[in-house]
């Protein structure tokens, strides 16, 4: 099994709501990352976990909260977004001081309204 | 910053054409990837060549690596209307680091048209 899951696969949302976005892998990876990608632009990194710690934050506003609970899982938590918010959030992962292949999952399009 | 420029931005091409897409970026790497998107999908790793490596083949795709130029070319073969997708190369500059941080480029956006 190779894959990180990433649910959902679409969201919706307003600018009050408070909503949760989910990945799984079940690689046995140790290391988790979100990614932020608008239109036509490359992925942003925007967390890293590390041993199911927080190792990097590349200054995201505070209305993003990450989440790992386990070592297959990562949340990343959703209050208060913006429009401007709008994007592609993908999930990957790999073992920590690997510096080869990140595994993708399938990315949760969100809209913020 | 490492990002690295991707040259063409865009490439249209008949299919059974080749496909070459350019690489640069600014820092010493540990190793320089490339990723395919298809449109509105994740990313999915295609070729990984280390800084010591010169050329690397994979089925039709042909990475090399040029580190005195800082640059590097994938080049697809006989290309196919499924070929069609964002590529992004990507360096990893961070060797035994716990945190194996990749740098992407702008990508190259590739149609083939049938």
């Known amino acids: 099994d190779t894959e990180v899951t990433q649910t959902p696969k679409h969201l919706v949302m307003g600018m009050t709501n408070k909503k949760s976005l989910k990945c799984e892998q079940h690689m046995g990876h140790r290391a988790m990352y979100w990614y932020k990608q608008k239109a036509k632009k490359p992925p942003e990194l925007m967390f890293v976990?590390?041993?199911?710690?927080?190792?990097i934050n590349e200054s995201v506003p505070s209305r993003f909260s990450p989440e790992c609970p386990n070592s297959s899982l990562l949340n990343l938590h959703l209050h208060a977004l913006q429009p401007e918010d709008s994007a592609l959030y993908l999930c990957a992962s790999r073992n920590p001081g690997d510096t080869g292949e990140l595994f993708f999952g399938e990315g949760s399009r969100l809209t913020v309204l | 910053s490492q990002q690295g420029e991707e040259d063409p931005q865009a490439l249209s091409i008949q299919e059974g054409e080749n496909a070459t897409m350019n690489c640069s970026y600014k820092t010493s790497i540990n190793n320089l990837q490339w990723y395919r998107q298809n449109s509105g999908r994740g990313l999915v790793h295609l070729i990984l060549i280390r800084s010591n490596e010169r050329e690397k083949h994979s089925g039709r795709l042909r990475v090399t690596l040029d580190t005195s130029k800082k640059s590097s070319s994938l080049l697809i073969t006989a290309s196919r209307a499924a070929d069609t997708a964002s590529y992004f190369c990507a360096t990893a500059l961070d060797r035994g680091s716990t945190l194996g941080r990749l740098y992407f480029g702008r990508g190259t956006q590739l149609t083939v048209w049938p």
């Open positions: 976990y590390s041993y199911e710690k927080l190792s």
